[in-house]
């Protein structure tokens, strides 16, 4: 069962990735949108959901009660992000330190006939391929977003689909690793999320960071840590992957 599974993972990598190889200007547009457009969507999505909801139905400058629903709605709102960007970051760790742990090649090493357009494996490091760390944020992703809309969750549970499909297809890893560390993402996730809901003192807890940030000089920090992680995520954690393997290195 193992070798057929095995072999079966193979075979749709090695479908996928021809079939897009076959066309270099796709080829290349999916790596753009792996590598760099999809990190500036979900950045883009988390400064639309920090400031969520701007307006409220009935909403009216003149009226006190609905300035302060308004300002309630938008601190929790934050505070969900706060505990989505913990848990999803969990979630990448984890992904990362089991791929370091079990030192899998990327396929592109792996002696199957995968094919790439010139420099399209170049920085890629040939170990850590399962489970991939880039499939638990996106897992991440749609159950973090249905929190706030559902239709914003189906609409991110199609593009992470999407772009779990082209990491594979552009051979950078296999089925497997995109479902194993969609898996962890996802759980990773939806425990945090619940902890959330769930838990007073997690809410307390999350609700008062997310009021500081309305507050002056505390916004200053906060806001400064927060362009930090900003930078990070679109940098793919390239200072937290340092760190990881210098701990491995010790360990």
């Known amino acids: 069962m193992t070798d057929y599974l095995k072999l079966a993972d193979a075979r749709i990598l090695i479908w996928l990735n ?13 790596l753009l949108i792996t590598d760099k457009l ?26 006190p009660d609905a300035q302060a629903s308004v300002a309630a709605a938008r601190r929790a709102s934050r505070a969900r ?10 979630a ?27 420099g399209a ?10 489970p991939s760390d880039h499939a638990a944020l996106l897992g991440a992703l749609p159950v973090a977003f249905a929190c706030w809309s ?14 779990l499909a082209l990491r594979v297809a552009v051979a950078f890893h296999y089925p497997y ?5 969609g898996l962890i993402g996802a759980v990773f996730t939806a425990a945090a999320m619940a902890l959330y809901d769930r838990n007073a003192r997690v809410h307390g807890l999350a609700l008062a960071v ?25 940098f793919h954690f390239s200072h937290v992957l340092a760190a990881l393997l210098w701990l491995r290195a010790r360990l």
């Not at 021809?18 to 999916?30: D, I, N």
């Not at 500081?212 to 840590?225: K, N, S």
């Open 150 to 163: 559902m239709a914003l969750g189906w609409i991110w549970a199609v593009a992470a689909l999407l772009l």
């Open 121 to 130: 494996f170049f920085g890629l490091r040939e170990f850590g391929t399962f």
């Open 92 to 118: 990448y760790v984890t992904a990362r330190l089991i791929a370091m742990h079990l030192d899998k090649p990327r396929p592109f090493a792996s002696y199957l006939p995968v094919l790439a357009v010139p």
């Open 38 to 63: 999809a990190d500036m969507a979900v950045l883009a999505m988390g400064a639309v959901l920090w400031v969520w909801p701007h307006r409220i139905p009935g909403w009216r400058a003149a009226e």
């Open 177 to 181: 690793d995109m479902i194993a560390g």
């Open 81 to 90: 992000l706060i505990v989505f960007g913990i848990g999803a970051t969990a």
């Open 18 to 30: 021809h079939a897009l190889a076959g066309h270099p200007r796709l080829f290349v547009a999916s």
């Open 210 to 234: 997310a009021g500081r940030f309305a507050r002056r000089p505390h916004a200053y920090v906060l806001y400064g840590l927060l362009a930090a992680g900003a930078l990070e995520f679109a």
